[in-house]
């Protein structure tokens, strides 16, 4: 049960991304009960899993890999829309590629080691991609251009924030 919820993230993630990079591609109700359900299944997908004891390393991987792809498609998306710097994407391919990588080769860990920033930022890139689509919910002109502007300021921010925490990956190990 818990891979299926985080299957419906993963197809979500193209229509949102698409939705998101062309405006008129689909209703804005449509592209707001999209990013609602890829939200809600992420919340959901790990507490079913424990709750019904399957709950496994894999499991974690394919929940992680599938919040990724989510926001880098949907983070490229607002990117295309001019909504967002087309650095965030690759930023956040390459930190959970690093998050990955780090977990498994550098602490040789089955299990991903999460960071307190990597953490927040994996919650954070789906706040812009919710602004954008809240704007087009919100088609009124001044209040849609303070989503459109709250979601580019934040996408910085979060540029900031991931090479933050990818220095801080890399420079973890040596302070132990």
């Not at 993963?10 to 991304?17: G, I, S």
């Not at 209703?27 to 424990?50: M, N, T």
Request: aromatic fraction near 10%; charge should be positive.
């Amino acid at each position: 049960m818990a891979n299926l919820l985080t299957s419906l993230r993963l197809l979500l993630a193209f229509p949102a991304a698409a939705a998101i990079a062309v405006e008129d591609l689909l209703p804005p109700a449509a592209l707001a009960c999209i990013l609602l359900a890829a939200i809600a299944s992420d919340y959901l997908d790990g507490r079913v899993a424990r709750a019904r004891g399957t709950a496994s390393v894999s499991g974690q991987l394919f929940d992680h890999a599938t919040d990724c792809l989510f926001v880098t498609a949907g983070l490229a998306g607002a990117a295309v829309a001019g909504l967002a710097p087309w650095l965030l994407p690759p930023l956040v391919a390459g930190a959970f590629l690093q998050y990955v990588l780090d977990s498994h080769y550098m602490h040789r860990r089955k299990s991903l080691r999460m960071s307190f920033l990597g953490r927040w930022n994996g919650i954070l890139y789906f706040v812009p991609l919710a602004l954008i689509a809240a704007g087009r919910l919100f088609d009124a002109g001044a209040f849609q251009n303070l989503l459109y502007q709250g979601a580019t300021m934040l996408s910085w921010l979060l540029v900031l924030s991931t090479v933050a925490s990818i220095v801080d990956r890399v420079l973890a190990p040596r302070a132990q």
